[in-house]
C-alpha cells in the first residue's frame, strides 16, 4: 500500500470544525482512503472511507482532492470525546489479506 | 450483530514465560483474521493475519506465533515472553476480497512483562 503523511497532533476548541489532512502522493488509481480513530485505551474505531467522490456520514465527512493525492477529515463540530488518534490508511485491491497498515496518526486534543 | 472478543483485558507476566491469548468473532463467518500490537507510545504494528483456518500469515519475524484452529478463533502465543513483548495487544476482524472493507477491533489484551 502507498504510504501516507500526517501531522503529529492537532489541536481545536470544542464545538469548532477541525480539519485533518493527509498527504498521500503514490496513491494509485485503485487506493481507497480509510480513516480510523482511536480513543485512549480502545481499539481503532472505523470512520470514513471514500475513493474519488467526497463522503459524508454521521460521525465526519471525507474531502479528496482532484488529483487524489491528498485528503482531508472533517469533523464538524468537535467534541471532548473526539480527542482522538486519527489514522489515514491507503488499502488496494491487491492486498490479499486486506490487511491494514497504521502510521503513527494525528493525535487530535479537544479545548474545552 | 457481529461482535469480537479478548481475553484476558490485562495480564503480567514475567520474563521467560508462555504466552496464550484469545479471540473470538460471533455473528459471521469466514472472517479475515488479524492481531495487532502497540507499544506504549507508539502506533499499531500489524503481527498476523489470517484469511482462513490454519492459514496464517507473519508480518514481523519475532518470538510470537499465532494459530486459527477453527474459523473464529484467532490466538496470539508465545513460548518464552521478552520484555519488549509488552504492548496493547488488538485483535481484529474483516470481510475479506475487497478494499473497501472495514476492520472491526477487539477491546484488547494489556500485556505487561516483567
Known amino acids: 500500500d502507498a504510504k501516507t503523511t500526517q501531522p503529529n497532533s492537532m489541536e481545536s476548541n470544542e464545538e469548532e470544525p477541525v480539519h485533518l489532512p493527509c498527504n498521500h502522493s503514490t496513491i494509485s488509481g485503485t487506493d481507497y482512503i480509510h480513516w480510523y480513530r482511536q480513543l485512549p485505551s480502545q481499539g481503532p474505531e472505523y470512520v470514513i472511507h471514500g475513493l474519488t467522490s467526497n463522503v459524508n456520514n454521521r460521525m465526519a465527512s471525507l474531502a479528496i482532492a482532484e488529483d487524489r493525492k491528498s485528503s482531508t477529515l472533517i469533523l464538524h463540530r468537535a467534541t471532548l470525546r473526539d480527542a482522538a488518534v486519527y489514522y489515514c490508511?491507503?488499502?488496494?485491491?491487491?492486498?490479499?489479506?486486506?490487511?491494514?497498515?497504521f502510521g503513527t496518526g494525528t493525535s487530535l486534543t479537544v479545548i474545552p | 450483530s457481529q461482535t469480537i472478543h479478548q481475553w484476558p483485558a490485562t495480564l503480567v507476566q514475567p520474563v521467560g514465560s508462555p504466552l496464550s491469548l484469545e479471540c473470538t468473532v460471533e455473528?459471521?463467518?469466514?472472517?479475515?483474521l488479524y492481531w495487532y500490537r502497540q507499544a506504549a507510545g507508539r502506533g499499531l504494528q500489524l503481527l498476523f493475519y489470517s484469511v482462513g483456518i490454519g492459514q496464517i500469515s507473519s508480518e514481523v519475524p519475532q518470538n510470537l506465533s499465532a494459530s486459527r484452529p477453527q474459523d473464529r478463533q484467532f490466538i496470539l502465543s508465545s513460548k518464552k515472553l521478552l520484555l519488549s513483548d509488552s504492548g496493547f495487544y488488538l485483535c481484529a476482524w474483516g470481510a475479506g476480497g475487497r478494499p473497501y472493507n472495514e476492520q472491526f477491533f477487539g477491546p484488547g489484551t494489556r500485556l505487561t512483562v516483567l
Open positions: 455473528g459471521t463467518s469466514n472472517p479475515n
Open positions: 490508511i491507503l488499502r488496494g485491491l491487491t492486498v490479499t489479506g486486506n490487511q491494514f497498515y
